[in-house]
């Protein structure tokens, strides 16, 4: 199977910081990586796909890069409603992994 | 509305059995693969199973093979997880989902989920 490490486990920021979550695959997995944000209490949510593609709607803030094992998620100036839990996943193969994911506090 | 809306969890003893079912609507059910994904109490995402458009592919984790069975109704628009020999680490938030693509593919669409507790 291939694991997904996502760095850091959690991260406290603050209004308006640009932050970074990384995400490494055990092999490669070309581009086939996609990011998620989870809110408390509510099911996850798509923002990138295919490491870099912004899913409609996503607000233009959230980027994505990377090919092979080394991702990472960008969020360039972040909003209230940005804290919140994101997990990276492979869909290059079965089982579709995920990362740990990555909690994301107000400092 | 295009949504997924999963039912069929509550509370069960261990080794016993559990039928989820998830029913969508605002979209072309048949046109799409979909998957289980769930979230034990305060955990992470896994991945749990998934099958394509006409069944043709079926795929597992190896935590939940030999146990767990998915299938789908394309009349009903419904898709379903038959959990036997249930485990107190099978206690999670179930999730279906709709994946856009196969290999590749994002899950672009999430139910709210349906709580499963395996406990004596």
């Known amino acids: 199977d291939i694991q997904m490490t996502q760095s850091p486990s959690s991260l406290s920021a603050s209004v308006g910081d640009r932050v970074t979550i990384t995400c490494r695959a055990s092999?490669?997995?070309?581009?086939?990586l996609n990011w998620y944000q989870q809110r408390p209490g509510k099911a996850p949510k798509v923002l990138i796909y295919?490491?870099?593609n912004l899913q409609s709607g996503v607000p233009s803030r959230f980027s994505g890069s990377g090919s092979g094992t080394d991702f990472t998620l960008t969020i360039s100036s972040l909003q209230p409603e940005d804290f919140a839990t994101y997990y990276c996943?492979?869909?290059?193969?079965?089982?579709?992994?995920f990362g740990q994911g990555t909690k994301l506090e107000i400092k | 509305e295009v949504q997924l809306v999963e039912s069929g969890g509550g509370l069960v003893q261990p080794g016993r059995s559990l039928r989820l079912s998830c029913a969508a609507s605002?979209?072309?059910?048949?046109?799409?693969?979909v998957h289980w994904v769930r979230q034990a109490p305060g955990k992470g995402l896994e991945w749990v199973s998934g099958?394509?458009?006409?069944?043709?592919?079926?795929v597992y984790a190896d935590s939940v093979k030999g146990r767990f069975t998915i299938s789908r109704d394309n009349a009903k628009n419904s898709l379903y997880l038959q959990m036997n020999s249930l485990r107190a680490e099978d206690t999670a938030l179930y999730y279906c989902?709709?994946?856009?693509?196969?290999?590749?593919?994002?899950?672009?669409?999430w139910g709210r989920g349906t709580l499963v507790t395996v406990s004596s």
């Open positions: 605002g979209f072309t059910f048949d046109d799409y693969a």
């Open positions: 996943q492979q869909t290059y193969t079965t089982p579709y992994t």
């Open positions: 092999q490669s997995i070309s581009r086939s």
């Open positions: 989902a709709k994946i856009l693509g196969w290999s590749g593919g994002y899950f672009d669409l």
């Open positions: 099958i394509n458009w006409n069944s043709g592919s079926i």
């Open positions: 295919a490491a870099s």
